[in-house]
């Protein structure tokens, strides 16, 4: 049963580069949600979608993070242009719905140089 | 005040002593609990899901809500160093928003 997938796992960059990260949730999952996890803030939801819907962006940090799930197998969390500061490990994570646990990817880590 | 409070400190325990975890919230919406392991380098993976207050068992592992004072806790029995880990709270009042705990870091010395 596979669980959900990220890429790419490791993502070294420059500043002002655009960066991507993509995610596939566990199928059948109609919740996807993107965290961002530093050693100072711990573990911040950006984004989640239900039904491929961006429900609650509120907290995506910058007009430079977009979010965008075309289908149900799939979504992409976009930084563009990209900042020292944005360097974290990021998770994609789904769920059956509202009241069901959420599942977690193994992560991208990100480093803006 | 956030949230939701857990004391990052490093905990280390020898191997077989009984791992207590706890975290505190301010929300008194939240009524789904959640308790995640994270392996380096890994993500935050399920342990312990529960629905308002109670107690709930799962092997070795135990979890306590007691919504009257706003405190959940974890209890590792019988503690292995393949439980050496970062435990991280979570809850959610039920509406796909999850606001987590900053994470317990486990060390079980064998």
């Known amino acids: 049963d596979a669980g959900v997938i990220q890429s790419p796992r490791h993502e070294v960059t420059e500043m002002g580069q655009e960066v991507t990260l993509r995610c596939k949730p566990i199928?059948?999952?109609?919740?996807l949600f993107w965290y961002r996890q530093t050693m100072m803030r711990g573990l911040e939801l950006l984004i989640y979608?239900?039904?491929?819907?961006?429900?609650?962006d509120s907290g995506m940090p910058e007009d430079r993070f977009s979010a965008k799930m075309p289908n149900a197998s799939f979504s992409t969390l976009k930084i563009q242009p990209s900042e020292p500061r944005d360097s974290a490990v990021y998770f994609c994570?789904?769920?059956?719905?509202?009241?069901?646990?959420?599942?977690f990817g193994d992560g991208t880590r990100l480093s803006i140089l | 005040q956030k949230e939701v409070e857990q004391d990052p400190g490093p905990l280390s325990v020898p191997e077989g002593a009984i791992v207590s975890l706890n975290c505190t919230y301010s929300n008194s919406a939240f009524q789904y609990f959640m308790w995640y392991r994270q392996y380096s380098r890994k993500g935050p993976e399920l342990l312990m899901y529960?629905?308002?207050?109670g107690n709930k068992e799962d092997g070795r592992f135990t979890a306590q809500v007691d919504k009257s004072s706003k405190y959940i806790s974890l209890f590792i029995r019988d503690s292995q160093p393949s439980d050496s880990a970062t435990y991280l709270c979570?809850?959610?009042?039920?509406?796909?928003?999850?606001?987590f705990g900053k994470g317990n870091q486990v060390v079980v010395i064998p």
């Open positions: 979608f239900n039904n491929n819907v961006p429900i609650d």
């Open positions: 979570a809850m959610s009042a039920g509406n796909n928003r999850l606001a």
């Open positions: 994570a789904s769920s059956l719905g509202q009241f069901e646990p959420q599942h």
């Open positions: 529960t629905y308002s207050s």
């Open positions: 199928s059948g999952h109609n919740s």
